[in-house]
């Protein structure tokens, strides 16, 4: 069964950073993508970053356009922990976030199920 463990977040003023970390563990597979989704009160959660994986290599990752360029989504292979970079922050990003594993698929993670999620972290920005 796969557990995802989350830490991280908190509160920042727009501009700065912060870093998210996701620690997996009961991977099913060795071939899997990993994703960050956050969720605004009120807003449906959508994924913001992703990374594929097959066997020992990283082989896709991919961002939603809102956060191309500040965000990036490196992950620790010998800890098994997933982070999510976020640099540039907008009091737009604040949110819930989520980290979520999809099992069996690492090319086009935008298009698998997810169905192991983290706990969620909040990331509040103020301007």
């Known amino acids: 069964q796969v557990q995802l463990v989350q830490s991280g977040g908190g509160s920042v003023r727009a501009g700065g950073s912060l870093r998210l970390s996701c620690a997996a563990s009961?991977?099913?597979?060795?071939?899997?993508?990993l994703g960050w989704f956050p969720q605004a009160p009120g807003k449906e959660r959508e994924g913001v970053a992703y990374i594929g994986r097959a066997g020992d290599s990283d082989v896709s990752s991919s961002y939603a356009d809102s956060v191309k360029d500040r965000f990036t989504i490196p992950k620790d292979n010998s800890k098994n922990t997933l982070y999510l970079q976020m640099n540039s922050l907008k009091p737009e990003d604040t949110a819930m976030y989520y980290c979520?594993?999809?099992?069996?698929?690492?090319?086009?993670?935008?298009?698998?199920?997810?169905?192991?999620w983290g706990q969620g972290t909040q990331v509040t920005v103020s301007s």
């Open positions: 979520a594993a999809a099992m069996g698929g690492s090319r086009i993670c935008t298009l698998y199920s997810y169905n192991a």
């Open positions: 009961g991977f099913t597979s060795t071939t899997y993508c």
